[in-house]
């Protein structure tokens, strides 16, 4: 896709952009590599959602329900979808992603699949209401382990798993996100036998069957799983990517098979694949807690909003999402302490990109495709972009601020319709009459950003793109003072 730019608009801004080369605009660079399909690209522009761990689990005091529960221990006293979803709006979420069904089995919505479900009222409905109310998209995390169905381990569980799919994604939709835990098959109630089953990864569930109705019923829906299809695991549960970090991935199974929800190399994801087949970002979960139900005595070890802004720059500024688990307490509310950190998060997270420092910098580049200026650099649109000629894979971008400015932030994006293809980046400043690198990293993507360890002072700042696999297309170049 090219450049958000006609040619008219094009020579009515050239006299204010020195930068630009007139004449009739170039082609729009090829894409390289893998590239984001639209689901994706939607999901990249989310960055920061919630996950609501909430089930029996909250009032047995347990991490993981055996399954043998009685559903009527599930009694919030005060439940208000609104509060919650007001508090993960105020902390900068997106969406929110339920736990409508974890390993226990206990279903959060009255399912015909089965009995243990909820007494009174749909949580699922409830939820994903007060999340359209207030702008927030959701998504549904359904276990494909269920340590309560008497079937579980037989052909008639899949069927039943996925009628449980079909209710979610047509009685509550329109869905986002579809989760797949890796956790699959052990120990369990299973109706009564209270027995271990062990259940083929790569097969029981026939993965493809079961995303093709994913598909027909939720096309806008990504999916999550340890291997995609749309977006992996990031290999660990503490909420971040690797420092260098693709977008791209190529997970392999065992012995070099076809992999399925629970494999995954905890490396791997965290670093993905250069030069991958499968566009397949990182999704970096962690929860506010340490638990991922809530916990009494865990009350007092929430996670500290600078806590929380270190994670976001270690998952969100590395081409990955933050998915931040806020669980509900008894009461069917999030706890104060839960709430007044995510608060101040947002507000630290609002407030430190509030404001590029570069808005009015005079840019100079040593090579700008004709049409695609870099002027796109500043709009703050991911999908324009300035990019170098065909063939010029290193290339330097001067920015010369109104005036002297400290900064601890710079953030630079990629239009990643045009796929990932900077490979390596350094970033100078200006001081003492000479050009001081001040960092050097690796990969872009839908968003980097790089924390200085110290602020730095100049007037000017230039970025080169040190190595590329194809001519460098971004579209952000930002610089930011972090907020206390």
Same mark, same amino acid.
């Given at each position: 896709m090219g450049a958000r730019l006609t040619r008219r608009g094009f020579l009515l801004t050239a006299p204010a952009c020195p930068a630009l080369t007139f004449g009739v605009p170039s082609a729009p660079p090829a894409p390289y590599g893998a590239l984001p399909s639209k689901r994706q690209l939607a999901w990249h522009e989310l960055e920061l959602y919630a996950f609501l761990h909430f089930t029996v689990n909250t009032f047995t005091d347990k991490e993981w329900g055996y399954g043998d529960e009685d559903p009527s221990v599930f009694a919030p006293t005060q439940f208000d979808p609104d509060a919650i979803v007001s508090a993960l709006k105020a902390g900068g979420m997106r969406q929110v992603i339920l736990t409508c069904k974890h390993h226990d089995g206990f279903c959060l919505w009255p399912t015909k699949t089965t009995g243990h479900h909820v007494q009174k009222g749909d949580i699922v409905k409830a939820i994903s209401d007060a999340a359209r109310r207030q702008g927030l998209k959701f998504g549904i995390y359904l276990s494909p382990w269920d340590r309560n169905n008497a079937t579980y381990g037989t052909p008639a569980y899949v069927d039943i798993y996925r009628a449980q799919l079909r209710e979610l994604l047509t009685l509550y939709g329109p869905i986002h996100e579809v989760w797949h835990d890796g956790a699959n098959g052990g120990d369990g109630y299973y109706g009564g036998a209270r027995e271990k089953r062990v259940i083929d990864k790569l097969a029981y569930y026939d993965w493809p069957k079961t995303w093709d109705l994913v598909r027909s019923l939720a096309p806008d829906a990504v999916i999550f799983s340890d291997v995609g299809p749309d977006l992996r695991w990031v290999g660990n549960e503490k909420g971040y990517a690797d420092d260098m970090c693709w977008e791209a991935y190529d997970p392999v199974g065992p012995n070099g098979g076809a992999p399925a929800p629970g494999?995954?190399?905890?490396?791997?994801?965290?670093?993905?694949?250069?030069?991958?087949?499968?566009?397949?970002?990182?999704?970096?979960?962690?929860?506010?807690?340490?638990?991922?139900?809530?916990?009494?005595?865990?009350?007092?070890?929430?996670?500290?909003?600078?806590?929380?802004?270190?994670?976001?720059?270690?998952?969100?500024?590395?081409?990955?999402?933050?998915?931040?688990?806020?669980?509900p307490d008894?009461?069917?509310?999030?706890?104060?302490?839960? =709430?007044?950190? #995510? &608060?101040?998060?947002?507000?630290?997270?609002?407030?430190?990109? *509030?404001?590029? /420092?570069?808005?009015? $910098?005079?840019?100079?580049?040593?090579?700008?495709?004709?049409?695609?200026?870099?002027?796109?650099?500043?709009?703050?649109?991911?999908?324009?972009?300035?990019?170098?000629?065909?063939?010029?894979?290193?290339?330097?971008?001067?920015?010369?601020?109104?005036?002297?400015?400290?900064?601890? =932030?710079?953030? #630079? &994006?990629?239009?990643?319709?045009?796929?990932?293809?900077?490979? *390596?980046?350094? /970033?100078?400043?200006? $001081?003492?009459?000479?050009?001081?690198?001040?960092?050097?990293?690796?990969?872009?993507?839908?968003?980097?950003?790089?924390?200085?360890?110290?602020?730095?002072?100049?007037?000017?700042?230039?970025?080169?793109?040190?190595?590329?696999?194809?001519?460098?297309?971004?579209?952000?170049?930002?610089?930011?003072?972090?907020?206390?």
């Open positions: 494999f995954t190399r905890d490396k791997d994801g965290q670093v993905g694949t250069r030069n991958g087949s499968h566009w397949m970002p990182p999704e970096c979960d962690v929860s506010i807690r340490p638990g991922w139900f809530w916990h009494e005595a865990e009350n007092d070890k929430v996670k500290t909003p600078r806590q929380l802004m270190d994670l976001y720059y270690r998952s969100v500024g590395r081409g990955g999402s933050l998915l931040l688990n806020v669980p008894r009461r069917g509310l999030l706890h104060e302490n839960d =709430v007044a950190s #995510l &608060r101040d998060f947002g507000i630290m997270v609002r407030d430190t990109f *509030a404001h590029n /420092l570069a808005a009015n $910098a005079k840019i100079k580049a040593s090579n700008t495709r004709k049409g695609f200026g870099t002027e796109n650099l500043l709009h703050g649109d991911r999908y324009t972009y300035w990019a170098t000629d065909d063939g010029v894979t290193t290339a330097d971008v001067e920015f010369h601020l109104p005036e002297e400015t400290t900064f601890n =932030v710079v953030r #630079l &994006r990629e239009n990643i319709q045009l796929g990932q293809r900077v490979d *390596a980046f350094e /970033l100078y400043r200006f $001081a003492f009459g000479k050009w001081e690198m001040f960092a050097r990293e690796a990969s872009i993507g839908a968003c980097r950003l790089v924390r200085t360890k110290n602020p730095v002072t100049t007037q000017r700042v230039r970025l080169r793109i040190a190595q590329a696999m194809a001519c460098p297309a971004l579209s952000d170049f930002g610089l930011f003072f972090e907020a206390s």
